[in-house]
């Protein structure tokens, strides 16, 4: 599907066209939202530009992602989606910038675009052409991702409450958090924030570019520049929070873990302690078990009371001694 944007009376409107017409010059922007091979190829002679295909926004390498061509800039982000809806993912747009001219080629529905849609009354006035268009999507971008990391970072600092009361050994079972689950979460934040990390990466690499390209006209350039420099800044310090969340993660990680292991290393001394407890009464056991003819204490008759007070007093006795010793 292609959505057409234009300049009217200083401000940027949607209008819907019939692609099959050439489009006017004030039209500013194209979004390409999973176009078909037909809508692709006149995006392209209107454009001037060969778009990359689907495969070629997927790769990692920096010149597959930021190149200039036939005097347009190509420029393919990484984007956040689902992020409400854990597990978070991510879609590869590509941004197309020649002259005043912006065409978004993009496979899903990110927040940004959705925002625009249902915005364009009131954000349309400050948007008069598609550089405008395409710095107002980069911002929203990193709105949304801030809010993500700003989410992520609260649940953590909650986990971490969580854990760490529940080092502090609690009679009431109600009151122990289930580890696995806090595992789970800490792994859905891990993976959130990994997920961040690379679409601000993406995000600065191709802020950098049209900061130090010549295609965008004399006239916007020096505006250009100066957007992107706030962006990046931007961006900038929300990357050095990541690497904060990220050490958050691992701490908690190691404590969960921890614990854990911990819990398991009770539940084997248990076992253990009870062999120990019940080998002296074994022992007893077995000795007047033996089929020998000559064992006096068979045949008298405080024998069996005996025996049995003597395994309840070789199993008691190991018990307190453990309790002294501050083992158990």
Known sequence: MLGFYKRQARRLDWEERDPALPIDADTVWIDAWTPSQEEIRRVERWLGVE?????????IEASSRVYEEGGAIVLTATVLINADSPPPDTVEITFI???????????????????????????????????????????????????VLERGSNDLENMSSEIFAAARKSEKKEERIDLVEALARIGRNGDTTAKVRECLHALQRILLAVSATDVIPPSMRKDARARAKVINRDVASLIEHTGFVTGNVNLLLDATLGLINIEQT?????????????LPPTLIASIYGMNFQEMPELSWHLGYPLAIILMIASAICPYLFFKRKGWL
């Open 51 to 59: 778009l990359p295909t689907r495969e070629e926004m997927q790769e």
């Open 266 to 278: 009770n539940i084997i001394k248990i076992f253990s302690v009870l062999a120990i407890v019940f």
């Open 97 to 147: 910038i020649k002259g005043e001219m912006l065409v978004t080629l993009r496979y899903a529905d990110p927040q940004p675009f959705r925002t625009m849609s249902g915005r364009l009354d009131r954000i349309g006035p400050t948007l008069n052409s598609g550089l405008a268009a395409f710095f107002w999507i980069q911002e929203q971008t990193v709105a949304r991702v801030a809010d």
